[in-house]
């Protein structure tokens, strides 16, 4: 019989965030793969457990990923951590998590910190509709083409940034948000955690030669349909676009009426001619 494999989230500063599941688990599988086993011991001789670490990081994973599976299948059970927060999530794991899956190993998640969730709660943005971008990319077109969709994306979207690479990130998106609301959130749940809210161009002000890793909050685009009249959308469009702001499917339907001035059972037969569910 295989063993599981458990991702288990650990501290992203406050070593005391760690859950007591957390460490029962760290306490009890065979084996423990970390993004850095360095900072993984301090993580462990922290809490007093001793445990065989092996590292599994971007540049060996897929290497790693198969030993792991071999190790699973042959019953050991192995807790994946990262350096910090929720493995998977703009951090190694993916892979040993396809490969698992592919191989009927059983996945359990042990929940716990996740840096961007700490800060999309703090930063005072919507919070019901949010894109996670990651780390934007190097590559400038590919970059170009990240910087292009925050600029459309009407919902709430948040991004990692390393610190030496800050000032370049905001100069960046100075240039395509105008005066939308952003919130930079640092150190989050350590000593010197702090959150800097206000325009990209306010942020960018206050933000020099900042230290720690960064969460960048970024309020949606507010006014996508503000040169765009509703009635050149696709029928599909506009009621999405009501949809989007809580209308139920009664006031959809009145409202779509009244933007295009036909009368509402006309919407509705044409919804119904499309196959569209109502």
């Known amino acids: 019989m295989s ?103 059983n996945i359990i998640s042990i929940p716990g910190a996740c840096a961007m969730i700490n800060a999309l709660i703090c930063s005072g943005i919507d919070t019901k509709e949010f894109t996670f971008l990651g780390f934007l990319p190097l590559n400038k077109k590919l970059r170009k083409e990240k910087l292009d969709k925050i600029k459309t994306l009407d919902n709430t979207i948040i991004i990692y940034e390393a610190p030496h690479k800050l000032n370049t990130t905001l100069l960046d998106l100075s240039e395509i948000l105008e005066d939308r609301q952003v919130v930079l959130a640092r150190e ?31 309020e949606g685009n507010k006014d996508k349909y503000e040169h765009n009249n509703l009635n050149d959308l696709s029928l599909e469009e506009h009621y999405k676009y009501y949809e989007e702001l809580g209308y139920d499917k009664k006031d959809i339907i009145k409202a779509i009426a009244k933007d295009r001035n036909v009368n509402k059972n006309e919407v509705y037969m044409q919804f119904t001619k499309n196959k569209k569910s109502l």
């Open 3 to 105: 063993g599981n494999l458990y991702l288990v989230a650990t501290p992203i500063g406050n070593l005391n965030d760690i859950t007591l599941r957390a460490l029962e688990t760290l306490k009890n599988v065979d084996l423990i793969a970390a993004e850095d086993t360095r900072n993984t011991l301090k993580l462990l001789n922290y809490f007093e457990i001793k445990k065989p670490l092996i590292s599994y990081h971007r540049h060996n994973e897929e290497i790693k990923s198969n030993i792991l599976i071999e190790k699973l299948i042959a019953g050991q059970n192995i807790a994946l951590v990262s350096d910090a927060g929720t493995p998977g999530i703009s951090d190694p794991g993916e892979e040993v998590i396809k490969k698992a899956i592919e191989k009927g190993i």
């Open 188 to 218: 989050l749940t350590k000593i010197h955690e702090e959150f800097i809210r206000g325009t990209i161009k306010e942020v960018l002000e206050k933000s020099e030669n900042l230290k720690g890793e960064m969460v960048i909050i970024i």
